[in-house]
């Protein structure tokens, strides 16, 4: 998170925003447009699958509630309920014990379980995906690393629990080591498709896609595998949408948007240029997540802060 960020990197984040234009923070309306200081130019999607992704517009955001909880005042990750209506998890920042809160879309918040049997070093995002039987899982990455020496990350799966639970089943430690040394990120991908995992490094200049299997056996010991560079700067959230055809990452100001081909590997995906989004979300502040809605055509966000600030941004028309 950028509250975690070691000074020269925060500064090196700010300076990239700087030419940015900030949006205001409250009410409804047209959020600005900025250039894109953290990403590469609009790509037009091309060949077959032309028409791009409805997020790939001029967005309008709406400010839904705000967190008056004094507990959640460095929330990070960010992803809809698969199974519970008007239902939004997160989690706090490195630092923060493992808890979760479910969040209404006006900020109340309706469950604050504790996970069991789970760490939390450097929390920094959550995704959600089904089990191969079906039921609703969610992902937990501690995957923060400022400093790039963690010489492995950790990826808590859990079944996803129910309003009014005091605390998750036990949790499913899945412990993942990069192939080419140690690497912060903030963004973390769940395939509702194929079961992959997808680690987005968070560095300037550009980000990078790491794999691996969803599945794989509680306490075990894997290897990611290494996969494109990607056209974002300060990659800080992602998300899949629940039907898996569109895929997003966001920076603190930009927006990149794919449209996924059928049941390709998410990692196929990563690996062609995105479209951005006119829209600048930099207005949000210190924003670090994002959930898509279950077809991908509106999301959420909230940024740190107290009270940290819900919002919703759609197509503007």
Same mark, same amino acid.
């Given at each position: 998170?950028?509250?975690?960020?070691?000074?020269?990197?925060?500064?090196?984040?700010?300076?990239?925003?700087?030419?940015?234009?900030?949006?205001?923070?409250?009410?409804?309306?047209?959020? %600005?447009?900025?250039?894109?200081?953290?990403?590469?130019?609009?790509?037009?999607?091309?060949?077959?699958?032309?028409?791009?992704?409805?997020?790939?517009? %001029?967005?309008?955001?709406?400010?839904?509630?705000?967190?008056?909880?004094?507990?959640?005042?460095?929330?990070?990750?960010?992803?809809?309920?698969?199974? *519970?209506?008007?239902?939004?998890?997160?989690?706090?920042? +490195?630092?923060?014990?493992?808890?979760?809160?479910?969040?209404?879309?006006?900020?109340?918040?309706?469950?604050?379980?504790?996970?069991?049997?789970? *760490?939390?070093?450097?929390?920094?995002?959550?995704?959600?995906?089904?089990?191969?039987?079906?039921?609703?899982?969610? @992902?937990?990455?501690?995957?923060?690393?400022?400093?790039?020496?963690?010489?492995?990350?950790?990826? @808590?799966?859990?079944?996803?629990?129910?309003?009014?639970?005091?605390?998750?089943?036990?949790?499913?430690?899945?412990?993942?080591?990069?192939?080419?040394?140690?690497?912060?990120?903030?963004?973390?991908?769940?395939?509702?498709?194929?079961?992959?995992?997808?680690?987005?490094?968070?560095?300037?200049?550009?980000?990078?896609?790491?794999?691996?299997?969803?599945?794989?056996?509680?306490?075990? *010991?894997?290897?990611?595998?290494?996969?494109?560079?990607?056209?974002?700067?300060?990659?800080?959230?992602?998300?899949?949408?629940?039907?898996?055809?569109?895929?997003?990452?966001?920076? @603190?100001?930009?927006?990149?948007?794919?449209?996924?081909?059928?049941?390709?590997?998410?990692?196929?995906?990563?690996?062609?240029?995105?479209?951005?989004?006119?829209? +600048?979300?930099?207005?949000?502040? *210190?924003?670090?997540?994002?959930?898509?809605?279950?077809?991908?055509?509106?999301?959420?966000?909230?940024?740190?802060?107290?009270?940290?600030?819900?919002?919703? @941004?759609?197509?503007? %028309?």
């Amino acid at each position: 998170m950028c509250g975690a960020t070691a000074p020269a990197v925060r500064g090196a984040a700010l300076a990239l925003l700087t030419a940015a234009v900030v949006a205001s923070c409250g009410g409804s309306g047209a959020a %600005r447009s900025a250039p894109p200081s953290t990403a590469a130019r609009t790509v037009a999607p091309s060949g077959p699958a032309a028409r791009a992704p409805a997020l790939c517009a %001029r967005l309008r955001a709406r400010i839904t509630g705000r967190v008056a909880d004094p507990s959640a005042n460095e929330l990070s990750g960010l992803v809809r309920s698969r199974s *519970q209506p008007s239902l939004l998890w997160r989690h706090d920042d +490195s630092g923060a014990g493992p808890v979760l809160f479910g969040l209404r879309s006006d900020g109340r918040v309706a469950a604050h379980p504790t996970v069991t049997g789970a *760490q939390a070093v450097d929390w920094e995002d959550i995704a959600a995906g089904p089990a191969a039987d079906g039921r609703p899982l969610l @992902y937990l990455g501690d995957i923060g690393d400022n400093a790039s020496q963690r010489p492995s990350v950790d990826v @808590y799966r859990v079944a996803e629990p129910r309003v009014g639970a005091a605390a998750t089943a036990p949790a499913a430690r899945l412990r993942l080591r990069y192939p080419d040394g140690a690497h912060d990120a903030e963004a973390l991908l769940a395939d509702p498709l194929r079961g992959d995992l997808v680690i987005v490094t968070k560095a300037l200049g550009a980000a990078r896609a790491y794999r691996a299997s969803a599945r794989l056996p509680a306490g075990s *010991q894997s290897t990611l595998r290494r996969g494109a560079a990607i056209a974002l700067s300060l990659a800080t959230a992602g998300d899949v949408s629940a039907d898996g055809r569109i895929v997003v990452l966001r920076g @603190y100001d930009r927006l990149a948007v794919w449209l996924r081909r059928g049941r390709e590997p998410l990692m196929t995906t990563l690996g062609r240029p995105p479209c951005l989004s006119p829209t +600048s979300l930099a207005g949000e502040g *210190q924003g670090e997540a994002i959930a898509l809605d279950r077809r991908g055509a509106s999301f959420a966000t909230v940024a740190e802060g107290s009270p940290a600030v819900l919002r919703r @941004y759609t197509v503007l %028309r």
